[in-house]
């Protein structure tokens, strides 16, 4: 194992892993949430969920987001999107509360104070930006094994 392959483990360590598994297991649970809920003679009381169209955007960013997040795939980016996800659902949370709605509709029928899932949604984002910070340090070199004496070039 190379020096630089430590190196790149030391940097991002457990954490950037855990908070990106952390925010797309629960994005994931609230697309699935809200895809199986309402039931069809069930009427949502979300204003905003309501809209056909504004649900199925919501449930797939959070799906497409989710997966994203815990595919490795983009570790910085995905975690810097995922970061302003988070605090746009936390606005939306800020919004409820404000207007002293009892749940916030962010898991479907589970009830979920707005407050509770502000202070979720802007703690998640925080650490996902301090997660993206993290694997922002990770240069090609921490990923690629390059030979001590670098690659032999052979003309034919």
Not at 59 to 84: D, K, M, P, R, T
Request: some cysteine; overall charge neutral.
């Amino acid at each position: 194992m190379s020096a630089t392959g430590a190196v790149g483990r030391q940097r991002g360590g457990w954490f950037a892993p855990a908070v990106r598994y952390l925010a797309a297991a629960l994005l994931l649970v609230a697309a699935a949430a809200k895809l199986f809920w309402p039931l069809p003679w069930d009427a949502p009381q979300d204003p905003l969920l309501s809209m056909p169209w504004v649900r199925v955007a919501v449930i797939q960013a959070e799906f497409w987001l989710g997966v994203w997040l815990a595919s490795g795939v983009g570790l910085h980016h995905s975690s810097q999107v995922a970061a302003g996800f988070f605090l746009l659902l936390g606005w939306v949370a800020l919004w409820k509360t404000l207007r002293g709605e009892s749940s916030c509709g962010c898991f479907g029928p589970l009830q979920v104070p707005p407050a509770a899932m502000l202070a979720l949604d802007w703690g998640i984002a925080g650490l996902l930006l301090l997660a993206a910070r993290a694997s922002r340090e990770k240069t090609v070199a921490d990923l690629i094994h390059v030979p001590k004496g670098g690659y032999e070039h052979v003309e034919d």
